[in-house]
């Protein structure tokens, strides 16, 4: 029996039938029988803007799953490439499938010379490695004009490699330029993470030896920050996507979204509150300070606009520290990230707001423990993201979409005659 909802117009007494089609009704039906009247819906609270088929998400429950794999299943047996690849595909891939992917990708880490030399290498000694990379990827646009052939799926697919191939060499060059440190080549022998360690760290050694430990970390890590559905960088890529902007384009404007503290900036955010709150002790007075800021001050990794639950990314990562710190030693930070998250779960204020600790949490933890710098938080999250991004911004593209072009409601001032400018007041 299909679903649908009756809605009578009292106006005229005209009753609407509705379908509901996958737990949604669609506005343009909606539309129809509200001509000129808009739905208002600041921060799409309340707006599916998609139809999708890559990441399920249930905030409720705290369930995530990629192509219909559990987040779980695909953390503990799952690499970050064929996490990318079942993304982008749909399925897992074959064997052969799989070698030939991970072919494709090794054979494009390098970036051109001109990327670093010239562009990478002109920025201010102290910029933001998130700022660089959203520019260098952006910049990458130039360099491959065939991106602009968005309906050829050969250029498409080759412009899907480029990205999460050179995404780790970009992430690496803008930390060693913002260190001083000379830039180091991939190494196209090494698996993905252990090759942006690599990049990251290797010093005067013929080859850097990465920490089995560790690469397998930061490449769960990647998995659970791969895809999250219509959040606001994934939108980000899909709304100027739609305008059929080349991939590189969308990617920097994703990059950018993810920039902000709301979203890819809050693990940063999260070691920086845990260091001012600095011991187990003064956590109860921080509580009271986050209660006291009615939503001014944020307890930072806590809360999700669709998690109303525990982040099941979060349980995952905090099993996952415990492997890293067996390598790098205890953060001292844990201690108070769990003093924090003990408190703020008895709490009435974050209970009665169902806020939970989400993915940032204990990430940040993890990555300052393997030695990255907090300016490098962000940029981690983009490496892994890239995928997700492109399999949205696939998927928009093959679903013919509408360009984005939402409506408003004016609040503005009514017509009004020009004055020059020795007539006006203060
Ligand atoms: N600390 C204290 N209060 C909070 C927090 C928090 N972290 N998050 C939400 N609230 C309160 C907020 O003040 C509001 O209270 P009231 O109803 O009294 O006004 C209520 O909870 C609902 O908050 P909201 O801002 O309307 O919720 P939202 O869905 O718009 O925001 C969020 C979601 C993630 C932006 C927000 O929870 C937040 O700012 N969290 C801290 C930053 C953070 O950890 N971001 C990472 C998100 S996960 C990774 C990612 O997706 O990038």
């Not at 249930?58 to 779980?72: F, H, N, Q, S, V």
Request: include cysteine; charged fraction near 20%.
């Amino acid at each position: 029996m299909t679903e649908s909802i009756t809605i009578t117009d009292n106006r005229s007494g005209e009753s609407y039938e509705i379908p509901v089609v996958n737990g949604g009704v669609s506005a343009t039906d909606w539309a129809k029988i509200l001509p000129g009247i808009w739905f208002y819906d600041p921060g799409f609270m309340s707006t599916a803007a998609a139809e999708s088929a890559i990441t399920y998400l249930d905030g409720t429950a705290g369930i995530l799953r990629y192509r219909g794999y559990p987040i779980e299943q695909l953390a503990e047996s799952s690499t970050y490439l064929e996490v990318a690849y079942l993304l982008l595909n749909g399925e897992l891939p074959t064997e052969s499938q799989f070698e030939q992917w991970r072919h494709d990708i090794t054979s494009h880490t390098f970036i051109h010379e001109n990327v670093r030399k010239r562009f990478l290498d002109g920025f201010h000694y102290d910029a933001h490695p998130m700022g660089m990379l959203v520019s260098a990827v952006a910049a990458l646009s130039t360099f491959y004009l065939d991106a602009k052939d968005i309906f050829d799926p050969v250029s498409r697919q080759k412009q899907i490699i480029r990205l999460i191939a050179k995404m780790p060499t970009l992430a690496a060059a803008a930390h060693r330029f913002s260190v001083g440190m000379p830039f180091v080549y991939p190494d196209n022998s090494l698996d993905f993470p252990s090759n942006f360690l690599s990049m990251m760290w290797k010093v005067a050694e013929p080859r850097y030896q990465t920490d089995p430990a560790l690469s397998r970390a930061l490449d769960i890590l990647f998995i659970l920050h791969a895809d999250h559905e219509q959040n606001c960088s994934t939108t980000a890529m899909r709304v100027v996507g739609s305008s059929h902007a080349d991939p590189y384009s969308a990617c920097a404007a994703a990059c950018a979204a993810l920039y902000g503290p709301r979203h890819g900036g809050a693990n940063e955010a999260v070691i920086r509150m845990l260091s001012e709150i600095g011991s187990m002790e003064n956590v109860p007075a921080f509580i009271s300070e986050v209660k006291a800021g009615h939503g001014h001050v944020r307890l930072q990794g806590f809360g999700h606009r669709v998690y109303k639950n525990y982040d099941p990314r979060a349980q995952i990562i905090k099993k996952a520290a415990d492997d890293v710190f067996e390598v790098t030693g205890r953060n001292p930070l844990l201690d108070v990230a769990l003093k924090l998250e003990e408190i703020a779960l008895s709490d009435e204020y974050f209970t009665s707001r169902r806020l939970y600790p989400n993915v940032d949490f204990y990430s940040g933890l993890i990555y300052q423990a393997m030695g990255f710098p907090l300016e490098m938080f962000p940029v981690l999250f983009a490496i892994a993201r890239t995928a997700g991004w492109l399999a949205h911004w696939q998927e928009m593209l093959d679903q013919d979409s509408k360009i984005a072009r939402p409506r408003q409601l004016y609040t503005g001032a009514d017509a009004r005659d020009y004055v020059p400018m020795t007539r006006r007041r203060a």
